[in-house]
T-cell receptor, first 114, second 112 residues
Framework: TQLLEQSPQFLSIQEGENLTVYCNSS?????LQWYRQEPGEGPVLLVT?????EVKKLKRLTFQFGDARKDSSLHITAAQPGDTGLYLC??????????????FGQGTILTVHP | DTAVSQTPKYLVTQMGNDKSIKCEQN?????MYWYKQDSKKFLKIMFS???????INETVPNRFSPKSPDKAHLNLHINSLELGDSAVYFC???????????FGPGTRLTVT
């Protein structure tokens, strides 16, 4: 069973600060996804990174996939209260089936105070 | 139009009862999932069906029985509910084209 260690579990910051969330594993993933979940709703995909070393940007969010495809990070610049939510990383097994089976990290609950 | 819908949104029941949660997707996907999210927000896969066939069963107690009458529906029946079954259950539909899972809004199950 592949495991994803996500940290930190909780993050409480002031508006305008920067933050980074990490996702680490000893296993190789064919791709890694980041989801955001609002209270009372299901997770929504933010980005998928596929290539080792890949960097993707989504406005103030920067996602990176490790060279060995075992880890990933999410960096938010100048956080806004609207960024508040649960952030989840999820890995797709390397060499697995094509059914998109995901292994999720434990999640990071981000609170951005005005 | 809602892509992935679940009913009910909330379910409160007593220990020992049997209950069902329904899921429907109108995205035309072949693969659907059930996940359980515990109180610590950890999301764990339970089952997956592809074209009405069970393809993933992650050591879930046999009190949980998924059923897929067709590609667009994946229901979850739970027998003899226990306190530890209290959680939010999410259904998801998978697109191999975009390699993305689309989640439903969740069903919050509370067993008293």
């Amino acid at each position: 069973t592949q495991l994803l260690e996500q940290s930190p579990q909780f993050l409480s910051i002031q508006e305008g600060e920067n933050l980074t969330v990490y996702c680490n594993s000893s296993s190789v993933f064919s791709s890694l996804q980041w989801y955001r979940q609002e209270p009372g709703e299901g997770p929504v995909l933010l980005v998928t990174v596929v290539t080792g070393g890949e960097v993707k940007k989504l406005k103030r969010l920067t996602f990176q996939f490790g060279d060995a495809r075992k880890d990933s990070s999410l960096h938010i610049t100048a956080a806004q209260p609207g960024d508040t939510g649960l952030y989840l990383c999820a890995g797709v097994e390397a060499g697995g089936t094509s059914y998109g089976k995901l292994t999720f990290g434990q999640g990071t609950i981000l609170t951005v105070h005005p | 139009d809602t892509a992935v819908s679940q009913t009910p949104k909330y379910l409160v029941t007593q220990m020992g009862n049997d209950k069902s949660i329904k899921c429907e997707q109108n995205l035309g996907h072949d693969t659907m999932y059930w996940y359980k999210q515990d109180s610590k927000k950890f999301l764990k896969i339970m089952f997956s069906y592809n074209n009405k066939e069970l393809i993933i069963n992650e050591t879930v107690p046999n009190r949980f029985s998924p059923k897929s009458p067709d590609k667009a529906h994946l229901n979850l029946h739970i027998n003899s509910l226990e306190l530890g079954d209290s959680a939010v259950y999410f259904c998801a539909s998978y697109s191999s084209l975009g390699d993305e899972q689309y989640f439903g809004p969740g069903t919050r199950l509370t067993v008293t």
